[in-house]
């Protein structure tokens, strides 16, 4: 059956960038709909995108669950407690997982109906220009025909494939594999150092499995400030994670139930290794297959980004792009970030993304978090600046915690003491970095920070003493 509907506003994908806009046009008074082709194993709408479904949501749910495993086993010890007959429950574990995946899926689709948001199930594709605007055929469970003078474009990314090793997802596996491996592997190989590859293989090396990271470049986390990506470093090798870098992969040969990768290590020397399972974790490619873009002329760049101005307008009159489709860091917030300020942007209001302040978590244990410039990049700029560093070691809470790894760093301008960076690894770094990006947006200097009044104890104190420290008067260090 084909129906034809008129909107104000189309929105293609569900994923943060997409569902967080079409929810802010409905709010906005705009008759909006978004199309978003996820289904679930049972064939259901699955809404979220790769942030819900095989990213952002189940990788945290499984961080959490592989830490508390690893707390019991080691950590609770430390404060008293013996856990007894300690075993690995990884169906439940798994199940676990899907059940908060499925609980954000429906709470999307609760939030498309509270805001009145018309949800298509299937695939959107740009069949053409029409008086109304734009005309997108949906085609899967539903097939429809919309008509908007808006289209939004939020197709998010796929995992990039390296020649030569196909994802399987049971022996080679991409994020989505590597949620859902069904035993614990003995040997697990991770191709890619980056956010992926330290997550997962956290995850998984917390469960038991035997984990070697294979990275290309020379650097570890080349993104993150040196300081604290040296402290990780050091970290996540104590853990026994087996981190290589500098690693040319040459051949990859699947066997029935392992892997055998063949590489050149950092010093040039041919290594071979065999896995019962491989991570492939090298970064992400914009998605625009089958979104029928060349019928309309939509600009893609050499590397099938969508092609967006600073306020993610396309060249197409009333065609918008955001997320992980588009250029920036491929982070669920800053796509949310764009999907709001576009609709205000049709809505004729003002929208706005501040990409200076985006910031940027790894959550491994201790997690990293970081915004603004790093050490490296103001030394590059030629930038004056002062810097300050205050170690958990130091923080009575972080003690109390039993989490006492990593520090706070302060980066502020050597003249005003504004803020232009601050960096952090250690426990609930996640959460510690938003004071810094309030601070950032609004202007603060370090001495600012210094001068508030932070709750003790609480590891929030260490980001005070950072501060503290800039201008070297940190009190408890
Ligand atoms: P997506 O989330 O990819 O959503 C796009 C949606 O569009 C998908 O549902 C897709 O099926 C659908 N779609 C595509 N084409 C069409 C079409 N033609 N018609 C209909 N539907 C279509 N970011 C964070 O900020 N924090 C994290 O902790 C984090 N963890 C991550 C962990 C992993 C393992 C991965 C892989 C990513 C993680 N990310 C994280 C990144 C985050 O998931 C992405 O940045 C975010 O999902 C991008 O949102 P998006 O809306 O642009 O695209
Ligand atoms: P990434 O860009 O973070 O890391 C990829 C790594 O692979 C890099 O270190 C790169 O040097 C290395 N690499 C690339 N090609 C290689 C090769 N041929 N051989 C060996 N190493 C190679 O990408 P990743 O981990 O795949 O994640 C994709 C994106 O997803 C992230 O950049 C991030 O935007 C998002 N994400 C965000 C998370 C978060 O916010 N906590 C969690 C997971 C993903």
Known sequence: MSNEKQFDVVVIGGGPGGYIAAIRAAQLGFKTACIDEWSNAAGKPAPGGTCTNVGCIPSKALLQSSEHFEHAGHA??????????????????????DTIVKQNNDGILFLFKKNKVTFFHGRGAFAGKADAGYTINVTGPTTDTLTAKNVIVATGSNARQLPGAE?????????????????????????????IGL??????????????????????LGAVDEQIA????????????????????????KGENNVTVEYADSTGAEQTATFDRLIISIGRVPNTNGLGGETVGLPLDERGFVVVDDECRTSLPGVWAVGDVVRGPMLAHKAEEEGVAVAERIAGQHGHVNFNTIPWVIYTSPEIAWVGKTEQQL??????????????????????????????????????DEILGVHIVGPVASELISEAVVAMEFKASSEDIARICHAHPSLSEAVKEAALAVDKRSLNF
């Open 76 to 97: 609770f010890a430390d404060h008293g407690i013996k856990v007894g007959g300690l075993e690995l429950d990884l169906p439940t574990m798994l199940k676990r997982k």
């Open 167 to 195: 994802f399987d997802e049971k022996i080679i596996l991409s994020n989505a594999g590597a949620l859902a491996i069904d035993a614990v592997p003995g040997k697990l190989g991770v191709i890619g150092a980056g956010v």
């Open 199 to 220: 997550e997962m293989g956290s995850v998984w090396r917390r469960v038991g499995a035997d984990v070697t990271v294979l990275e290309g470049l020379p650097t570890f």
């Open 230 to 253: 040296k402290e990780a470093h050091k970290l996540f090798t104590k853990q026994g994670l087996k981190i290589n870098l500098g690693c040319k992969i040459g051949k990859i040969t």
């Open 379 to 416: 030394k590059a700029e030629g930038v004056a600046y002062k810097a300050g560093t205050f170690p958990f070691m130091a923080n009575g809470r972080a003690r109390a915690l039993g989490d006492t790894s990593g520090m706070v760093k302060f980066l502020a301008d050597a003249t005003t």
